[in-house]
T-cell receptor, first 111, second 110 residues
Framework: KAGVTQTPRYLIKTRGQQVTLSCSPI?????VSWYQQTPGQGLQFLFE???????NKGNFPGRFSGRQFSNSRSEMNVSTLELGDSALYLC??????????FGPGTRLTVL | EDQVTQSPEALRLQEGESSSLNCSYT??????LFWYRQDPGKGPEFLFT???AGEEKEKERLKATLTKKESFLHITAPKPEDSATYLC???????????FGKGTKLSVKP
């Protein structure tokens, strides 16, 4: 089975812009979760989607949003980018509320 | 209010020198504890899931164990290719999200 894929792998944006990241889960997996990883804070949970519905949300501002499509593919959007949003954004998929398998991540740099 | 604490932050071993990594947690209603390995610039790679105290799982040179308050990742006779950051995460109650520790960066020198 193909693993979790994320596009793009690298992004450079400037403050104030917005960005959309994409995630394709493992075939058959209906749950997709997003995490932000930074050197200072480590991995932090953003949100989880299951069957096109947001099931759980972490403690991030409303500038961070996401959605899931009927084919389980997911996107996350960050509006009005800030320097502190520079991070590795990771997507993980799972078939149940169990083991999550991570993609390679999207490295976002905000200048 | 750290819920997942990993120690040590960094560990340097000689090839063949066995050791253990610790993950202590303070969540109520543990649903599962997960170990991942992460190489620089890559996403975490799944290693083990543990569900109840006393459970143990093994894979090659790695063995994970779980008690009511902590988990250990034992590395037997490590090789340089075991060098990576090892992450521990817990899943609490009915929540699906993972709560991660900051990781242990392992370096194995030949």
């Amino acid at each position: 089975k193909a693993g979790v894929t994320q596009t793009p792998r690298y992004l450079i944006k400037t403050r104030g812009q917005q960005v959309t990241l994409s995630c394709s889960p493992i075939s058959g997996h209906r749950s997709v979760s997003w995490y932000q990883q930074t050197p200072g804070q480590g991995l932090q949970f953003l949100f989880e989607y299951f069957s096109e519905t947001q099931r759980n949300k972490g403690n991030f501002p409303g500038r961070f949003s996401g959605r899931q499509f009927s084919n389980s593919r997911s996107e996350m959007n960050v509006s009005t980018l800030e320097l502190g949003d520079s991070a590795l954004y990771l997507c993980a998929s799972s078939s149940t509320m169990d083991t999550q398998y991570f993609g390679p991540g999207t490295r976002l740099t905000v200048l | 209010e750290d819920q997942v604490t990993q120690s040590p932050e960094a560990l340097r071993l000689q090839e063949g020198e066995s050791s253990s990594l610790n993950c202590s947690y303070t969540v109520s209603g543990l649903r599962g504890l997960f170990w991942y390995r992460q190489d620089p610039g890559k996403g975490p790679e799944f290693l083990f899931t543990l569900y109840s105290a006393g459970e143990e799982k093994e894979k090659e040179r790695l063995k994970a164990t779980l008690t009511k308050k902590e988990s250990f990742l034992h590395i037997t006779a490590p090789k340089p290719e075991d060098s990576a950051t090892y992450l521990c995460a817990v899943q609490e109650g009915s929540q699906g999200n993972l709560i991660f520790g900051k990781g242990t960066k392992l370096s194995v020198k030949p």
